[in-house]
């Protein structure tokens, strides 16, 4: 049997594009199409860049054409992940949130989750409508930091489907893997199952309208990340270290990482988490523990913004612990850091989302 272009196509339409739920041909995935006597070699780009995603495609893709067209011919497929401004076009995931944030760190124990739950705190004392997923998946900290550990989501019926309603608290709307987990027990779950579960905070929940989503994600730049970005249409990236040289190393690894042609998310800028250690009694001294202006300097070197210092204050680390984030204090110098924080972190969301309509203009 004659190998023919619309034989191929009409196998390959067999294949749908597992976030899109649509096939392959329809959604014109399908680039570099060549037959060469039994041989054909495509590309097939999808909106997870993750590994496994791309394995099983290739998988998916060379089943569909050898059950057609038989076992004889020899498949060259080539699997690429779409950019995050190609995904969002073909996507319409949370059409009524105006601006999708992730929070990272290269590294882990640098204080994100507690500059999430504050930068959302900031937000919602400012007047805007906010909401925090906790990607977190293996180490859900949010439930602890709103005060919420025990309680769970409800269910609503939007349109027919019956969606989760985020927890509620200090008028924050928080999705976490750690209201579906006991607190004591360890979430050991490979990087597809963790994946999956993450993307269902997103498409399973009903958000509503909201000014800001902010995502805490996991330290690290892994497979879960990868997934994440890809499904979840980010406006920016926030990149959270501290100021000594090991985690800067990881901190720069972060920037890239959302540089990286397959993702392309615009990093919003970079925070110092405890730049300095002021104690209680001596509110005007600064202590450099872990070294000075090292996130800072990363952002002149790398070309990108830097949003500002957070010190390290026994307050903030309090505040955590007992589910009331320290931004909620009043005319403290936490606060005021937090406050100065938001009103930066805004005006260069709305900045890069404006840079990204003029590329494309």
């Not at 998988?59 to 020899?74: C, P, Q, S, T």
């Not at 994100?112 to 959302?120: E, G, I, R």
């Not at 309208?209 to 406006?235: A, F, K, M, N, R």
């Not at 509110?283 to 913004?305: C, H, Q, S, V």
Request: aromatic share 6%; net charge negative.
């Amino acid at each position: 049997m004659a190998i023919t272009r619309d034989k191929v196509l009409e196998a390959l339409g067999n294949v749908l594009e597992p976030d899109l739920k649509k096939d392959i041909v329809s959604q014109n995935l399908v680039e570099d199409l060549v037959i060469e006597g039994n041989t054909i070699s495509l590309t097939v780009n999808v909106t997870n860049p993750a590994l496994h995603a791309r394995k099983r495609m290739e998988e998916a893709v060379e089943f569909a054409l050898e059950r057609v067209l038989g076992k004889e011919i020899e498949v060259e497929c080539t699997v690429k992940g779409m950019s995050n401004a190609e995904s969002a076009t073909r996507r319409r995931i949370l059409p009524e949130v105006k601006n999708i944030v992730a929070v990272a760190s290269g590294k882990g124990g640098v204080g994100k989750s507690t500059v999430t739950a504050n930068l959302a705190g900031g937000l919602a004392k400012a007047g805007y409508k906010v909401g925090i997923v906790d990607a977190d998946i293996y180490g859900p900290s949010m439930p602890t930091m709103f005060d919420v550990v025990g309680e769970r989501p409800t269910m609503i019926e939007v349109e027919g489907e019956k969606k989760m309603v985020p927890v509620m608290s200090y008028g924050i709307q928080i999705m976490s893997i750690g209201f579906f987990t006991e607190q004591d027990n360890a979430v050991v779950w490979r990087g597809p199952m963790a994946s999956k579960a993450l993307t269902q905070l997103f498409t399973d929940t009903y958000w509503g309208e909201l000014d800001y989503l902010l995502i805490d994600l996991p330290p690290g730049t892994g497979d879960i990340h990868l997934s994440l970005v890809q499904t979840v249409p980010l406006d920016g990236a926030v990149i959270v270290s501290t100021p000594q040289e090991v985690a800067l190393a990881d901190a720069r690894k972060g920037v890239n990482m959302f540089k990286l042609d397959g993702i392309k998310v615009p990093v919003v800028g970079l925070i110092e988490n405890m730049a300095w250690f002021t104690p209680a009694e001596l509110p005007d001294n600064k202590y450099y523990i872990f070294g000075r202006d090292g996130a800072k300097n990363l952002a002149e070197g790398m070309n990108e913004t830097f949003l500002g210092h957070i010190p390290l204050v026994q307050s903030v680390r309090e505040s955590g612990d007992v589910g009331r984030p320290a931004v909620f204090q009043e005319n403290t110098p936490t606060a005021n850091s937090f406050e100065e924080l938001v009103r930066k972190f805004v005006v260069e969301v709305e900045n890069k989302k404006a840079a990204k309509v003029a590329e494309k203009a």
